[in-house]
């Protein structure tokens, strides 16, 4: 029997979120162009919105500022009752990533801590698909797809394309890319609401390579006209 994915509930103090199980809804969001002349509709087909969300202790990258316009596009894809997916690290204590251990990064997204806990002005729909990656202590992972259920479950959904968005350009978010596109799902990259660990170089060239790849860039402002 396959498990359903989790869902996001209310949330505890400090932003901590509560799992709970739901059905799928259905819906789409249909194309009269690549970027533009988006408008509402219902058929048999369903589009998501993936949301790729990492958040570093300490505040390593500046992804505040994607805020505002990723809560935008939340809302336009919960009004049209499409699914939200959302992505988080879910490190155990002693992640084989973590310097510590002689990996890259500092300690970072452990798991039920404050440092894992989505943004506060983060406007997440109740019904969003958490999707914890990276769980394994021994194993890292950038894509939302790597050792997690995404793929099933988007198939399951019968999901066509995917929208994705988040921290970081160059590493979450060009795996996740990646990965969409050998599933053979077509790809938009939310361009307003990415960020990349150094921004004066790896970001304009992630943005580059998923273009390369045969994914779609988009803003908020085409999708919704």
């Excluded at 002689?102 to 970072?108: A, L």
């Excluded at 406007?123 to 793929?151: C, Q, W």
């Excluded at 019968?158 to 994705?164: L, P, S, Y």
Aim: with cysteine; hydrophobic share 40%; glycine share 8%.
């Amino acid at each position: 029997r396959q498990r359903r994915c989790p869902r996001l509930g209310s949330r505890r103090d400090g932003g901590d979120a509560v799992i709970q199980e739901h059905a799928a809804p259905r819906g789409r969001l249909a194309d009269d162009g690549a970027c533009a002349g988006f408008r509402a509709r219902q058929d048999h087909q369903l589009d998501l919105v993936f949301v790729v969300l990492q958040r570093a202790d300490g505040g390593a990258i500046a992804g505040d500022e994607v805020v505002p316009v990723l809560n935008r596009y939340l809302k336009l894809f919960h009004s049209h009752g499409l699914p939200v997916f959302s992505t988080r690290d879910w490190h155990p204590a002693d992640h084989c990533s973590f310097q510590l251990r002689g990996g890259p990064w500092p300690p970072h997204c452990i798991a039920a801590t404050q440092g894992a806990a989505f943004p506060a002005r983060l406007h997440l729909p109740p019904d969003t698909f958490v999707i914890s990656k990276a769980t394994a202590r021994e194993k890292d992972a950038y894509s939302g797809f790597d050792n997690t259920e995404l793929d099933s479950l988007l198939k399951s959904a019968g999901a066509v394309r995917v929208f994705i968005g988040g921290l970081a350009t160059e590493y979450c978010v060009l795996n996740t890319v990646k990965d969409a596109m050998r599933y053979h799902y077509a790809v938009f990259v939310l361009k307003d609401v990415i960020r990349a660990m150094d921004i004066s170089s790896n970001h304009g060239r992630a943005l580059e390579e998923m273009r390369s790849l045969g994914a779609t860039p988009i803003c908020f402002e085409a999708l919704a006209a």
